[in-house]
């Protein structure tokens, strides 16, 4: 009885995870509009690095930069505390 509530229990865990995750499609389409080439998008959409490993990888060393986080608005934590500190 314990084994058949195990494994019921490890089917919902996995497809909460499929529902998180975006299909390779939808990745390769988000790399391309973010300015990478069709053939390096199609390869980054289909690592299977988790999350930390892609944060530290060129995927998002190239595609997030400093200068387009600032055109959406957002300030470097630096620029923050100067400005917090001076008043």
């Known amino acids: 009885m314990t084994g058949k509530l195990e494994q019921s229990g490890n089917h919902e865990h996995q ?3 499929k529902r998180c995750e975006l299909k390779p499609d ?3 389409k988000n790399l ?9 998008a199609y390869a980054w959409s289909r690592t ?4 930390w490993s892609v944060a530290q990888s ?3 060393n190239t595609t997030i930069t400093v200068k387009r986080l ?7 934590l630096k ?3 100067l400005k917090v500190k001076s008043n």
Do not use: A, V, W
């Open 26 to 28: 939808r990745k390769r």
């Open 48 to 51: 299977r690095m988790g999350g």
């Open 58 to 60: 060129p995927i998002l």
């Open 15 to 17: 497809k909460k995870n």
């Open 32 to 40: 391309i509009r973010l300015g990478i080439k069709q053939g390096q």
């Open 79 to 81: 620029e923050y505390y």
């Open 70 to 76: 600032k055109l959406k608005g957002y300030i470097s």
